[in-house]
């Protein structure tokens, strides 16, 4: 079902980069059908507003929405009907993300030198709105992943969209969640018309400033064109893990952890690197027999089949370089001294050390934000923190004397660029002080 290939004889230079761009060109596919139904979303709910969201969430949601807000009272109202002992652990799950979030606060700095004052202030975005998926599954998790950090930074305002089921209804536990982490605003409201909804504002709907939260290939698709109207965290594309194992780790929980992610959706990247024959034979069996007993085995095993890979390297230098190309959303590191190659891993948006630390526990409780740069986007892209919700502004305060001082120097860079005018701005102000004194 895994397709294993062993890489210990490939000598070639360009092996490693074929392999990535196999992996990549399987999951970034971007039709253009998508982008046109995108395109024709976005801009009807720009010009029609709350009307063309209506249709579109009975359209989509089997739902003709009368109201596309829920009141505090529906949002409080789920805390009654969730389990005392899954709200507990909600609770500690905020815990744990706000002590681990709140340690990436920062403060703006001044500094004066003869007669220069600059600096840089940090100040929160106003207005966010967070995007929490629907369909297959509840997220709750991920609203709490995107509201803590909104929170911890300040910002005045956060919306939470997510989509209705037929009668209107939004996901006890999401609502839930909504509460417990005070969340200003949720709204019924699902897929691209919901971008639109946040990027331009409808009656029912307030404009955002940034726009936070994954989707599918339909919301993906719409952050990206708004992109400029409106912030974006990032573009969040099919999820992926990748294990390097060697032969200390144990082939059961390398299966589960590959299925965890395969589960996800049809398109996940589910990789392994091993070092031998025996590791890979064995988590290959392991995968058959605990798939046949997961509820999603359906989507795990097309995920498994369509992008699962299991690959023999023959040394740890090599995995390595393999995991830094691929640069996965989520790298464990099943080998008997993680944290000996952890310098070594400079491409992955989280990393899990050691047999047992699953993905699992950073998706949900740990604390470190389980939203991250999928598609090799962690070469250069970060996870969410609370600076995706702030933003940094300079200043700059000169003084007569540090003007008089500065201002040919800056004549001259203006000139060299062929910029008259700039350097007139300071040429009337240096003549100027020159009259004066």
């Given at each position: 079902m895994i397709r294993i290939i062993d890489l210990r004889d490939n000598t070639?230079?360009?092996?490693?980069?074929?392999?990535?761009?196999?992996?990549?060109?399987?999951?970034?596919?971007?039709?253009s059908d998508v982008t046109a139904s995108v395109m024709q979303i976005l801009t009807d709910v720009k010009n029609r507003g709350d009307k063309a969201l209506a249709e579109y969430t009975e359209r989509f949601d089997g739902y003709k929405p009368e109201s596309f807000?829920?009141?505090?009272?529906?949002?409080?109202a789920a805390l009654g009907r969730v389990d005392e002992d899954i709200l507990d652990i909600m609770r500690e799950a905020?815990?744990?993300?706000?002590?681990?979030?709140?340690?990436?606060?920062?403060?703006?700095?001044?500094?004066?030198?003869?007669?220069?004052?600059?600096?840089?202030?940090?100040?929160?975005?106003?207005?966010?709105?967070?995007?929490?998926?629907?369909?297959?599954?509840?997220?709750?998790?991920?609203?709490?992943?995107?509201?803590?950090p909104a929170k911890i930074a300040g910002v005045k305002n956060i919306c939470i969209a997510t989509p209705p089921d037929s009668s209107g209804n939004i996901s006890d536990y999401i609502l839930a969640a909504a509460a417990i982490a005070s969340v200003h605003r949720v709204f019924r409201i699902g897929g691209a018309q919901a971008i639109a909804a946040f990027s331009y504002g409808t009656k029912s709907v307030p404009k955002m400033d940034l726009i936070a939260g994954p989707g599918n290939i339909y919301v993906a698709t719409a952050k990206r064109l708004v992109?400029?109207?409106?912030?974006?965290?990032?573009?969040?594309?099919?999820s992926d893990v990748l294990i390097i194992a060697d032969d200390y780790a144990n082939p059961t929980f390398i299966a589960a952890d590959l299925l965890a992610q395969a589960e996800h959706d049809e398109n996940s990247g589910s990789i392994l690197i091993a070092f031998s024959e025996d590791i890979a034979q064995a988590v290959s069996k392991q995968i058959e027999m605990q798939l046949a007993n997961l509820e999603r085995s359906s989507i795990a095993g097309e995920s498994i089949a369509a992008n699962g890979r299991i690959y023999i390297v023959k040394d740890m230098e090599q995995a390595i370089r393999l995991a830094n190309e691929i640069a996965p959303e989520h790298l464990e590191l099943l080998v008997e001294n993680p944290f000996e190659i952890l310098d070594s891993i400079v491409n992955a948006g989280s990393v899990f050390l050691g047999p047992y630390t699953p993905e699992a526990v950073g998706d949900y409780f740990a604390g470190p934000n389980h939203t991250l740069p999928t598609l090799g986007t962690a070469r250069f892209a970060s996870s969410l923190t609370v600076d995706s919700f702030v933003k940094k502004s300079s200043f700059l305060s000169y003084s007569r004397e540090a003007l008089q001082r500065d201002a040919n120097s800056v004549e001259r860079f203006a000139m060299l660029e062929g910029l008259s005018a700039h350097a007139n701005s300071v040429k009337v102000r240096r003549e100027a002080l020159c009259l004066d004194s």
């Open positions: 070639s230079p360009d092996l490693i980069q074929s392999i990535v761009s196999s992996i990549r060109s399987s999951t970034t596919a971007l039709s807000e829920l009141s505090k009272e529906e949002i409080n905020v815990e744990n993300i706000e002590r681990f979030h709140t340690q990436q606060l920062k403060k703006g700095y001044t500094i004066e030198k003869d007669g220069v004052v600059m600096g840089q202030r940090i100040t929160p975005i106003e207005n966010v709105g967070i995007y929490i998926p629907g369909g297959t599954a509840s997220y709750p998790s991920t609203l709490l992943m995107n509201v803590i992109f400029g109207e409106v912030g974006i965290d990032m573009i969040a594309g099919p």
